[in-house]
Each structure stands twice: as C-alpha cells, then as structure tokens.
C-alpha cells in the first residue's frame, strides 16, 4: 500500500499488469471514502473471486462483489455494516439472464457514490479483456440523487404477485433482483417473471426499458408483457417459450453446420437491425439471450431489459450502441463456428481463446470453417479485422454483407442404409407355368461372358411376338366356329334356340371417377396466431389440438364482446398449423366445443416467408364453415406446409364471455 488510499493486488501475469492495476485504482476510488488499513488490503478477501477461476463458473461470487460495493455506508462511521447473504444461481433452464462479465462487475461498483467503508479490493481476473468485447463498460451516471439500493424481494413458490401471477419456479436469484416462471392465472398460460425492490436504484431504469420494449412488438422478440411498480415491488412480465433453446444449449455438442449458423446470424441481424431502426438496443446480446423454437426460427430475449437489471446503462449515442449490439452478433456467429468464445475467459460452457489467438477469424481457429461467414463474423467482432478488411459496426451494414453472402445450401439428409430382401427357396414353392423372376440384389451380377448378347434377346422377344399372335388366331377361329355352329342350330326345324343375350362385361372401365380415399396428414406443430391482439394465447395447450384425445382442447382468451369487422372489436383469433414440409391437402376437420364459425385459410407467396408473423389478409380463404364439428373439403387438392384455422365467431362460455374452444384438429391428403 503506497499512499494508503489504494490496494494493489500483486498476480503473475506480466502481461496483464497494468490492466489490474488501473482496476484497482479504480474501484478503490469509487468504493473507498477514506484510506484503507494495511492489514485489511494484505488480508485475502473471502468474497472476492478468484484471479484463475473462469467468470462464467462464479457468478455468484460477482454479484455478491458487486451488490456489497452498491450498498450505502451507515450514517455512523462507527457502526459496523451489516453483512449480506451470498446469492445463489441457478442455470438449469435456457430462459435465465446471462451471468456477469467483468465489465459489468465494474457497473455494479461504479454505481455506488456515497461514501462506503473500507474493504478488501477484490483479486483481478488473470485474464485480459480485450477492449472489443461486447458487453457494455462502465457508465459513471449514476449518482446519489438515486434511490437508495435494497436486496432483492424474498418470494416463494405459489406466492400471488400483482393478483394475477403465481410463482412457481425461481430460475435465477441475486442480491438484485431474481427471476420466476410463473402462470398467469387470468389467461393460463406461462410466463416469465423479474422481481427487484422499487427502492432500488435501478428500479426506475428497468421500468423504462421493459415499456420501451414493450412497444417493440416485433415477433421476433420475446414480448414484454406487463411492467408495474406495486408498492415496494417492481416487477417485469415476459413471454415464456417452454420448448426453445438457447444458443449455448445448441453449442454443448459441438459447432454449427455452415447452414444452421448462416440462418442463426441472418435472423438475429435482421431482427436487430429492425430494433434500432425503431430506437431500441440490445446492449446485452449473449448465447443465453438467442432461442431457437422447434420450428428453427431464433428469437431474441431481454432486449433492454437485461441492459438494465444488471445495471448497464445506454451508450452514449446511438452509434455506440449499434457498433455494441453489432460486436455481440459477430461475437455470436464466432461461437457458433467455432464452439469457442471469442474471449479470454470460459463463458457459457465454452471454452476461451489463448492470448496467441485474440483478433484471429474463425476459419484460423478451427479448421474447416466457412470462409464467407469466417470473414463475416471477425469484420463484425473486431475493429481491425484480419488483413486489412473494411469492419462492419452497424447491424444494417451486417444485414447487407449477410445478404451479399454466396448461397449456403442446406446438407443432404443422410438416407438410411438399404437392406436386400431375403432370398426365397424356390425349390419348394409349386412350379408356375411363368414363373415371374424377382431379381435377387443379393447375388453378385454374372460376368460379361456370361450376360447373353443383343441378338440373342432379339430372338427372344421375335418368339414372343410369334407365340402371341398364334394365341390371338387360335382364339379367333374357335370363337367363329362357335358362331356358326350356333347359326346352324337356329336354322335347324323343329328346334328352338334361345338367342343369346349379351352381357355386360363387370370388367369394362366406368365413366364415373374412382372416388377419393382421404389419407390422414400428420401434423408437426401448432402454433397461436393472434396478430391483432398483444400476445400469442394458451401456448402451453397447443399440443392439445392434434394429441388424438377429442377431450383435450386448446382455449382462445375470455373476450367481453364478439369479433367484429370494425373496431374497436378485433376481427378474429386463431391456429397456424404447421405439416413439417408441404403437403397435398383434400379435407380438414375440426372439433369445437360450442358453435363456432371459422375459416380455412393457406398463405400466399408473401405470407409464406413468415407464416407467424403476416397478417390475416395475407393469407387466402379457401372454405367457410360454422358448427360444433366441421369439415373443410376442398375442390381439388391444395399443396401446402402451412393451415390457418381463423376463428370469427365464439361461442358465449358459462360466464357470459365469449372463448373459442378447439378439441381436435385433423388433416387429409
């Protein structure tokens, strides 16, 4: 300790000294009112985290380091403060908000400006950030004209928050806030909960960025659904997609085929690109923050939201949070590429990069690796990317290089091995006047010796021909005799011959068409379609419809009034069927409970692209029935992947309501 006022933590690694050492002034000056005392700075810290363990591994320890340093010092310099109970993490599911990084450690200690006690300066990380990271660094904003900061609200499972969420399950809890799967008891359906205290110094800037989300309403965003400080609460309501998994599950086996990690990387630029352009940032954009649904399309958790629960702040302008959220997509096609993170540290079950390979392409760590998407990803990761190429800082210009990519073409699936037949003993079968050989692939083909020549098959067919013309002209002269033998008898006196009648041959084609035998169409998946409302409905009943069971239903919300074609009455609900690959569609049937009138529907070449996120008018009417039970037939068959099921008419339910109720869904080809 030189002066008394700072601690320097001395670690081996040369390379990385002056790094530390800026660190440690740093969070000495923000989280040290008065000088240190020396046996307190040469003490080692219990809570501090470990300069070799890898930060992914330790999340708790970051949280606890950075919420010790947010809190407050006590109004007497001579009372102890009281210490805080160490968080705990959990990762078991896709749908938990990404663990620290250092830079966010620093948010956490630069947000606290009242003065604070002395403590331990906590060990640096031994590994060197490279300043192209792309989570977001220290912003000194905050001040004390904030909220004070308070711990996370304690909640358990089957607590009521707001009237209407139950919690059910804690996915992840900090000192700062926690997050809950929970059910929404109004609509039953699940959703994803984020608590935090009201006091907080955050609260504020989480409520702001979780209504600007909410406004986003783009579907490749997990939605934003509720927003609300309640008395000493704040809390955050999202969408929940039970089936999805994130971008570092997809990794746990190994890297992406050039196809799969092109469709990843398009997608997610787009859907940015798309944000931006309506004022929003990600700021936060990480493997955990990527879903991919069954269906293969990616859609993009946390926007705003993560930023501001883990207490970073906006970039300064607009081009600072492009070139951020620009970084953290090629950071992302980086990973996917190579099953690495584009860092020094381990993060997200992936391993980091050695210091020898900072500011190297894909295509230099692992080999193999596409070269278009290589060079793609390390112009958006760095900004001096390898030899000499133009970076790429904003996602609009990413957009356009992606689209600028040669084709990636999808890879062949593999067919399943052939098995031969089984060979037959023809001995022991009866023996057939013509016999019918079945060629046996299990014998090897007979030596070009043996294969009998062109005139020897001509031969062949010449005696075919002869034998079946013999065979005509024999049958030809027995039927004429027959004819004259039975004239003959007619002429002879004294006897009566009955004339034959003729027959009508049972045999003979008929002029009617041979009917239709409908063959059932297995349904992939189902998915809600509500462009006119502000949610999907009872994603969680969806697999109901094409389970086989008539007793099992999906439910539509409880609407006060009917559709309507005007508003302020939406126009209509419904189902998007998804058959897995197009299909030739003759009928379809359809369950309800109550009178319901609904149409069938197909989308054109536009509403194709994204089936889940076109309009109603996109799509085109193909038949119109009402009843308990309908059966859409088609004139001729219609060649398909995708059905949509657009209710107009709901049945009232025994609370005065209106809800549609579908109980079965079943496709004929």
């Known amino acids: 300790m030189a002066d008394g006022t700072?601690?320097?933590?001395?670690?081996?690694?040369?390379?990385?000294?002056?790094?530390?050492?800026?660190?440690?002034a740093a969070i000495d000056e923000l989280g040290s009112g008065k000088a240190a005392p020396a046996d307190a700075a040469d003490a080692p810290s219990a809570d501090a985290p470990s300069a070799n363990a890898p930060e992914a591994d330790d999340e708790t320890d970051d949280e606890a380091a950075a919420e010790a340093d947010e809190s407050p010092a006590a109004d007497d310099a001579d009372t102890p403060a009281e210490p805080r109970p160490e968080a705990s993490v959990s990762e078991e599911t896709s749908e938990i908000t990404a663990p620290l990084s250092v830079q966010e450690i620093a948010a956490e200690l630069a947000a606290g400006s009242?003065?604070?006690?002395?403590?331990?300066?906590?060990?640096?990380?031994?590994?060197?950030?490279?300043p192209t990271d792309p989570q977001p660094t220290v912003d000194p904003r905050d001040t004390a004209t904030l909220p004070r900061t308070l711990p996370a609200p304690m909640r358990h499972s089957g607590d009521m928050i707001g009237h209407r969420y139950r919690l059910e399950e804690c996915i992840s809890q900090t000192e700062t806030f926690s997050s809950w799967r929970a059910v929404d008891e109004k609509l039953r359906r699940a959703v994803g909960v984020h608590l935090m205290a009201s006091g907080h110094q955050r609260a504020r800037k989480v409520l702001a960025a979780a209504k600007s989300a909410a406004l986003l309403g783009d579907p490749r965003f997990v939605q934003v659904?509720?927003?609300?400080?309640?008395?000493?609460l704040v809390y955050v309501v999202r969408e929940w997609l039970p089936r999805a998994s994130d971008l570092a599950k997809l990794l746990v086996n190994g890297p992406m085929e050039p196809h799969e990690a092109y469709q990843m990387?398009?997608?997610?630029?787009?859907?940015?690109?798309?944000?931006?352009r309506r004022g929003q940032a990600h700021l936060r954009l990480t493997p955990r923050c990527v879903l991919r649904t069954d269906s293969g399309q990616y859609r993009i958790n946390g926007i705003a939201v993560d930023?501001?629960?883990?207490?970073?702040?906006?970039?300064d302008s607009d081009e600072d949070a492009q070139r951020t959220d620009t970084r953290a997509i090629g950071a992302l096609l980086f990973t996917a590429l190579t099953h690495r993170w584009p860092y020094p540290e381990d993060r997200y079950d992936l391993q980091g990069l050695p210091k020898g390979l900072q500011n190297a392409a894909p295509d230099q760590v692992r080999a193999g690796v596409h070269k278009g998407l290589s060079e793609l990803a390390a112009r958006a990761l760095f900004d001096h990317p390898p030899h000499h190429a133009e970076p790429i800082t904003t996602p609009e210009e990413l957009v356009r290089a992606i689209a600028r990519l040669p084709k990636i073409r999808q890879p062949e699936p593999e067919l399943p091995a052939f098995q031969a037949p089984p060979r037959h003993n023809t001995h022991a079968l009866p023996t057939a006047p013509n016999p019918t050989r079945v060629a046996d692939t299990t014998v090897s083909p007979l030596p070009p010796s043996s294969r009998p020549t062109a005139s020897r098959r001509t031969k062949r067919r010449l005696r075919?021909?002869?034998?079946?013309?013999?065979?005509?002209?024999?049958?030809?002269?027995?039927?004429?005799?027959?004819?004259?033998?039975?004239?003959?008898?007619?002429?002879?006196?004294?006897?009566?011959?009955?004339?034959?009648?003729?027959?009508?041959?049972?045999?003979?084609?008929?002029?009617?068409?041979?009917?239709?035998?409908?063959?059932?169409?297995?349904?992939?998946?189902?998915?809600?379609?509500?462009?006119?409302?502000?949610?999907?409905?009872?994603?969680?009943?969806?697999?109901?419809?094409?389970?086989?069971?008539?007793?099992?239903?999906?439910?539509?919300?409880?609407?006060n009034d009917p559709f309507g074609p005007k508003p302020p009455f939406k126009d209509g609900t419904g189902l998007l069927i998804d058959l897995g690959s197009a299909q030739s569609v003759s009928s379809v049937n359809v369950q309800f409970t109550g009178t319901t009138t609904a149409e069938l529907r197909v989308p054109n070449a536009q509403a194709a692209v994204s089936p889940q996120g076109a309009q109603p008018e996109a799509y085109n009417v193909l038949d119109k029935q009402s009843g308990s039970t309908v059966d859409f037939t088609l004139s001729s068959p219609t060649n398909t992947r995708y059905l949509l099921i657009w209710l107009t008419s709901l049945p009232k339910d025994t609370g005065g309501g209106y809800r549609g109720v579908v109980n079965e869904v079943k496709v004929f080809g």
């Open 307 to 315: 930023a501001a629960l883990r207490g970073l702040p906006a970039e």
């Open 114 to 130: 009242a003065p604070k006690k002395p403590a331990p300066a906590p060990e640096p990380a031994a590994a060197k950030r490279r």
């Open 464 to 559: 075919r021909v002869v034998k079946a013309t013999a065979w005509t002209i024999a049958l030809g002269a027995i039927g004429v005799a027959s004819w004259q033998f039975v004239g003959s008898l007619r002429n002879t006196p004294g006897q009566t011959v009955a004339t034959p009648q003729p027959t009508v041959s049972t045999t003979a084609p008929s002029a009617q068409p041979t009917a239709h035998t409908p063959v059932p169409i297995q349904i992939k998946e189902a998915f809600s379609y509500n462009p006119r409302g502000d949610s999907p409905e009872s994603l969680w009943l969806l697999p109901k419809v094409f389970d086989g069971d008539p007793n099992t239903a999906w439910v539509t919300k409880t609407y």
């Open 265 to 276: 990387v398009r997608q997610v630029a787009d859907a940015v690109a798309a944000a931006h």
């Open 225 to 232: 659904l509720d927003a609300v400080q309640e008395g000493e």
């Open 6 to 24: 700072k601690a320097v933590v001395d670690t081996s690694a040369a390379d990385a000294a002056a790094d530390e050492a800026a660190l440690a």
